[in-house]
């Protein structure tokens, strides 16, 4: 068993040598969002829904979202019922309650699986960059991608976006050299 998992972890290698730029989402609003299309940025990738008791970390992210793009951080959300059915229906019923209760204007990508056997691909290579702790354990989890496209690490649901915490981990990635 120890050498299937070694394959597979060498195939999850090769296969995402591109870090985090690898990867492309269904877009909440149709079309793709495409990780390459950030090179160069940092990112900050937290799994939402609508429905949870952290749903006001919303509001927070926009907050990140708007203090921090121009000096080159973008924040996706990626919704997700994967934790206790509480994201909405469809689509069109995410957008609504984004735009209406947190005015949200950073990318959303379309409802998600975020874990077990039909989660995206990105949280394979999440699991194998950052180990299984950086893998969300409930909604609102925050990852944080370097430029490169190297996971920089993740921080718990409880972990405020414009905590201290958070803008420091942030910060240190914003001030990181450029190689």
Not at 48 to 72: H, I, M
Request: net charge negative; with cysteine; hydrophobic share 40%.
């Amino acid at each position: 068993m120890r050498y299937a998992a070694a394959i597979w972890f060498s195939w999850v290698s090769a296969a995402f040598a591109g870090g985090a730029h690898d990867f492309t989402f269904p877009a909440l609003e149709g079309g793709e969002i495409a990780l390459a299309d950030h090179a160069g940025e940092d990112l900050l990738i937290a799994n939402t829904a609508s429905l949870c008791g952290f749903t006001p970390q919303y509001a927070d992210l926009q907050e990140v979202a708007d203090t921090y793009a121009d000096q080159g951080l973008v924040v996706i959300g990626i919704p997700s019922d994967d934790f206790g059915g509480q994201e909405l229906n469809d689509a069109a019923e995410v957008r609504d309650f984004c735009t209406l209760n947190y005015g949200i204007t950073f990318p959303l990508t379309d409802i998600t699986d975020v874990r077990g056997r039909d989660a995206h691909p990105f949280f394979d290579w999440i699991a194998e960059e950052g180990g299984r702790r950086a893998l969300p354990k409930w909604n609102f989890t925050k990852l944080l991608v370097g430029r490169d496209g190297a996971c920089l690490g993740s921080r718990p649901s409880g972990v405020q976006p414009t905590g201290r915490e958070m803008r420091a981990a942030i910060e240190a990635a914003l001030d990181a050299p450029t190689s």
